[in-house]
């Protein structure tokens, strides 16, 4: 009976469990894969610029002495919001592969795609703008193949 | 006199959270095409057939419903549509348990305490908050502050956009030299200071009073500190679904004698549907620029 009462309490309360688990996490993923605090479900919004808007992403195609800069597909949208938001290794490493096959305008095959995400962060004291290398990846093209 | 005023106490504390909490998913659909059209069919259902408004099954397929949006495009989310899905699962539960006023009440309270907790644990985490970083930036930056930046931190439209330009300024590891056009004026620099230290005073209240025991202390202060959080955090930034959910689970854990109470949550309720209809921000804003 008691046990019957505790499993009770236990699956009343899940909300607030459920919440608490999500919310360290979500800390854990901020401080350990850049997440940033307004996703996430740690209940970070409006407590710091580091939000998805204020990071951007470049990507490069990268040949023997060159390196090309491949703007992402409208299509490929989803995919850059995600990788922008939690720019795990996984995650660039999926969307560099979709990257891989762009086309450009060089010869010869490319060795490499790179993926770059970068956040804005401003001064304390002027507030002038400066961006900052978050997470980098280069996936190796050969290996791909 | 009779009318509905005078009946308003006979009205059911719990049909009155459920309703608000159906009317903000009404007010504010929330997740794509797929997953819109049965959440607002079910919260459409749910307020127009009282008959179904305590169904557990109306409100199990509301939290699996708002969970699967959690869940597929996570990360993305923002919290608004966590704290849904927990709130529809809260709900979901009382009416499957004995005594479904006091497990709502229960999750009401301790969401609220929790979830103002985590909030007020990031903002001082935060350098860029501690030190009106944010402020500064957003109060500039922030298309749905500027009549806020206006009104209050005196600033014209012309200084506004000024700013802005200076802050979009892109350099990837390059240096870019300071704006004057950054630090606008003396004045709006102290609104975005008063405006941090506000928020964190009033998010940090709020989760003492809903931590500390009921009835006892700063616990008394539970109601007219959340309301105080929604009546001025949703004049300014107006992301209403949330404010809304709010007010529901503050309803949720108060006592059934406490009317008027009942009747100010209600009343903040329509006041965060009126900051959102009406840009009486700008208006204002509008109005001192002319005079």
Redesign the interface.
Known sequence: MNGFRNG?RV??????L???V??LSQ?L?ARTQA?S??????????????H?SQRHL?AFVVRPGLRREVVAPPALA?EV??AL??PTEARLRSLAVALANTPTPDHGPPTGLQIQV?N?????A??????H?LREFLLPLDEEK | MSGPWQRWPELDPLDLVLRLTLLDLVLRPVGDWALRFPILGLAAAGLLLPAFLRRRELWAALALLTGLR?ALSW?????HA?LLC??C??IA??RF?RDGGR?LA??GR??LA???G??T???L??P??A?A??F???LLLDPRFEGFTRLVGGLSIEQIDAARA????????G?????AA??PSARFEVLARATTLW?VAIEAAVTIAFCWPKDRGPSRLRDPLLIAFCVTTYAV?TVDGFGWLLIAMGLAQCAAEQTRTRVAYLATYALILFYREVDWIERLANLVDRT
Do not use: C, Q
Request: overall charge negative.
């Open positions: 009770e699956a009343n309360a899940l909300p607030v459920v919440l608490v999500v919310a800390l993923l997440l605090a307004w996703s996430g479900g740690g209940f970070g919004m409006f407590s710091t610029l580091d998805a470049h989803e919001a995600r938001t939690l970068w804005t962060r401003f001064d304390p002027t507030l002038t703008p400066a961006s290398i | 959690v990360p993305l989310p923002d919290n966590y927990y709130w699962l809260a539960l009382s348990a497990v229960i999750n301790w969401l929790l979830l103002f985590f909030a644990l990031w903002k985490l935060s860029d908050f030190d970083t944010f500064r930036v957003t200076a802050l979009e300024r892109h350099a990837d590891g240096w870019l030299a300071p704006v950054t630090r928020t930034a």
